[in-house]
C-alpha cells in the first residue's frame, strides 16, 4: 500500500507516519531526509544534488523523481510507502504516478489531517519541554503535576522552541494550504482522498487512518 500523509507542521503527521512504519512495516519516504542520506553517500543523483545545492539552486523535479525513485527500488516488492513533503505540485504528482506505475505501484491513499488553525496555534505556543531531560508540556493540556519540577526528572529548567510563535505558525498554514491546494483536486477526481480530524486525540487520529487503510 503506498499513501501520502499531508497535514501542516504541528498536525501530528510525523507521529502518525511513524506509528504505519511500526504498525505496518511501511516506509517513510522524505524528500529531505532522502535528499541528504543520498548527498552523504555520495550517489550518482546525491552527487547531482551536491553539485546543484553548491551551486545554490534548487534541486529539480527529476532529481528529487530519480531519488524517489532509487529509494523504491531498494525496498522489497511487498513494503508500503509514505510520501511525506512530495509531491506539492501538479507536475511533481504527474511524476509520482509515473513513477510508481513504472515499478507496478499505485497510489492508494491520500489522507489529510485537518487541522483548526487557531487551535493549532494554540497546541504549538503552548509546547515546552523539560531543558534537561527533553519531555514534553503544555500550558494549557499538560502541565507538571508540580508547577514549576519536571514530573519525570525533577529539573527546573524548560524550554520552547523559538519558531513556537504565533506568526511562524500562521505563516507555516499559509504556506501549507498553497503547496497543498494545487494537488488535491488531482487526487480528489481519482476518488482517493480522505480527511481525519488531526486535532484529534492521537490515537482516535490513528484509529480513523487504520479504519481508512482498512486495516483496523
Known sequence: MNIILLGPPG???????????ERHGMKQLSTGDM???????????????????????LVSDEIVS???????DAMPA?????????????????????????????????????VNEDALVERITGRYTCASCGKGYHDTFEKPVVEGTCDKCGGHEFKR??????????????EYRAKTAPILPIYETQGIVSRVDGMADMDEVTA???AILGTR
Do not use: C, W
Not at 522552541?161 to 499559509?174: L, S, W
Open 161 to 174: 522552541r523559538p519558531d513556537d510563535n504565533e506568526e511562524t505558525v500562521r505563516t507555516r498554514m499559509a
Open 208 to 210: 480513523a487512518i487504520e
Open 78 to 114: 511487498g513494503q508500503g510507502a509514505i510520501f511525506d513533503g512530495y509531491p506539492r505540485t501538479a507536475p511533481q504528482a504527474e511524476s509520482l504516478d509515473a513513477i510508481l506505475a513504472s515499478r507496478g505501484r499505485k497510489l492508494d491513499h491520500v489522507i489529510e489531517l485537518d
Open 66 to 72: 530519480a531519488l524517489i525513485g532509487d529509494e523504491l
Open 11 to 21: 498536525a501530528g503527521k510525523g507521529t502518525q507516519a511513524q506509528r504505519l512504519v
Open 35 to 57: 535528499l541528504r542520506a543520498a548527498v552523504k553517500a555520495e550517489t550518482p543523483v546525491g552527487l547531482k544534488a551536491k553539485a546543484v545545492m553548491e551551486a545554490g539552486q
